[in-house]
């Protein structure tokens, strides 16, 4: 059965910072793409950063140089380090873990950050 489970959401206040963490279990995690996305009330579902199996990162405009994904496939986990935190930052973070060109795509659960004083 395959899992992905978010934690690391929380309360911060703006310039503050948050690592999120989503572990993965029931796949071979190193074969998969992973992104962060986030939603934010009365909001679309946006892509925040994304990191593939080999590696290579991506991220939206509006996280850049504050946000860094990174991965780390002898924990099964992918992780979002969260810095500079702003109050447009307030979403629920979900992972997704895909590979095979989305034809295996998989969703944790989703951990609240909130950005407020």
């Known amino acids: 059965q395959v899992q992905l489970v978010a934690s690391g959401g929380g309360l911060v206040q703006p310039g503050g910072s948050l690592r999120l963490s989503c572990a993965a279990s029931?796949?071979?995690?190193?074969?998969?793409?992973m992104t962060w996305y986030r939603q934010a009330p009365g909001k679309q579902r946006e892509l925040v950063a994304a990191?593939?199996?080999?590696?290579?990162?991506n991220y939206a405009d509006s996280v850049k140089g504050r946000f860094t994904i990174s991965r780390d496939n002898a924990k099964n986990t992918v992780y979002l380090q969260m810095n500079y935190l702003k109050p447009e930052d307030t979403a629920v973070y979900y992972c997704?873990?895909?590979?095979?060109?989305?034809?295996?795509?998989?969703w944790g659960q989703g951990t609240q950050v909130t950005v407020s004083s």
């Open positions: 029931g796949v071979i995690f190193s074969f998969y793409n």
């Open positions: 997704n873990g895909a590979r095979a060109r989305g034809r295996y795509s998989y």
């Open positions: 990191i593939s199996s080999g590696g290579d990162t």
